[in-house]
């Protein structure tokens, strides 16, 4: 196994300028993939940072719930019919819907996402908002999301400067703004379908928009008492309910916004289409590489024939040479991405960050790439003759 690994690395390294050209075609690859799987993992992360940070155990949304960005609301009467019900503690609903916030400096108005509660039921559990729940419970007074993309303005820059914000905020279906004052900030940050975070309390909500009834409700938060058994109070709520809405746990909710992103919107299948299009590529270009070095040899390869080596041998010189072009290739792959992940996400405010997981998923695809351009380039070999060069 030692003379083999030597033999195979020997082989590459004879020429340093075509291992060298090689690798960096291979690190290519790996830098590649890691954007893809980096926009994709932040595509799931930050579409269903809203649903790990609400506070709740069960939670009630409409059969017609497709994502977070559209608006599928419910009665809200549904809420208090299951408040009798045995282990549930307490309920709380849960107001979203898209308005225009007009910019301090440019005038233009651009969608932000609205999210209105109860000041009193706590719905999120964002660490850094829970010492501004009191402030919610005066009028006009609204909670602005810092990670928010920068075409909003520097509201938060001027809030944490002492300065008082007074923002102007439009209904989709009026061209009279209502103006708010920002109160305090919070962290959530922006998905792919939404630019920025604004929360308010449900009155303030009602006054913004101002043709949606009060009595519908987009999502309802169920807490649950410490020793109710979830799938006890799951199973009978689902009997109770009316058939036009659902109770789910957070896990589903959480799978049901991702089937969302991944089977519906364009832009999931994107993703998933670039993922198989760049490892594709990269198996031809390795091919190509372990090809040009196999046609460059095959006298020495005819040559460890004719001394008896047999083919299985050679086929496992080629698989290490291929495993050692991408190791080379991924390292300086995996440090040109963690820099490409940093300059990503201070541009657009998304979670794109090296992880575990990320670099194991990356390293997995690139021997997976690299063992089957060996398996393709290795059909020459096979049938190489040594009567042919003797």
Not at 61 to 85: A, E, V
Not at 97 to 126: C, D, R, W, Y
Not at 163 to 183: A, D, H, Q, R
Not at 301 to 312: D, H, I, Q, S, V
């Amino acid at each position: 196994m030692i003379i083999n690994i030597s033999l195979a690395w020997l082989q590459l390294a004879r020429q340093k300028a075509r291992f060298f050209i090689a690798s960096t075609g291979i690190a290519f690859i790996a830098v590649l993939m890691f954007i893809q799987v980096g926009f994709q993992d932040a595509l799931y992360t930050s579409a269903t940072q809203l649903h790990n940070n609400l506070k709740g155990d069960l939670f009630i949304i409409s059969t017609q719930y497709q994502s977070l960005t559209f608006n599928q609301s419910f009665p809200r009467w549904y809420l208090y019919q299951i408040l009798g019900c045995e282990g549930i503690e307490s309920v709380n609903p849960l107001y979203m819907q898209f308005a225009k916030l007009k910019n301090l400096t440019s005038g233009i108005k651009f969608p932000i996402h609205v999210l209105g509660f109860e000041p009193n039921g706590a719905i999120l559990k964002l660490p850094d908002i829970q010492e501004n729940y009191r402030l919610l419970q005066l009028p006009n007074i609204v909670l602005f999301d810092s990670k928010s993309r920068p075409q909003f303005g520097p509201i938060s820059h001027d809030f944490e400067e002492g300065k008082p914000v007074i923002l102007e905020i439009f209904n989709y279906t009026s061209s009279i703004g209502y103006k708010v004052k920002v109160g305090g900030l919070f962290s959530l940050g922006p998905s792919f379908g939404v630019d920025g975070n604004l929360i308010v309390s449900a009155s303030t909500f009602f006054q913004i928009f101002q043709g949606r009834s009060a009595r519908n409700v987009d999502i309802g938060s169920i807490n649950l008492k410490p020793d109710a058994n979830h799938q006890e109070v799951l199973a009978i709520l689902s009997a109770k309910l009316p058939k036009d809405v659902i109770v789910i746990t957070r896990e589903d909710f959480i799978n049901l916004e991702k089937n969302y992103w991944t089977l519906r919107a364009p832009i999931g299948f994107v993703f998933q289409l670039m993922v198989t299009m760049v490892f594709v590529v990269g198996v031809v270009v390795v091919y190509q590489i372990l090809y040009s070095n196999i046609a460059s040899h095959l006298a020495e390869y005819a040559t460890l024939k004719a001394m008896g080596f047999k083919n299985k041998y050679l086929l496992i010189l080629v698989f290490q040479q291929a495993l050692i072009l991408g190791s080379f290739g991924y390292i300086p792959g995996f440090a040109i991405s963690i820099g490409l992940y940093d300059v990503a996400q201070s541009v657009t405010n998304l979670p794109i960050s090296m992880s575990v997981d990320k670099a194991a998923i990356v390293l997995f695809f690139i021997i997976l790439m690299c063992l089957a351009s060996g398996l393709i380039s290795t059909k020459k070999l096979r049938n190489v003759d040594p009567a042919d060069f003797f």
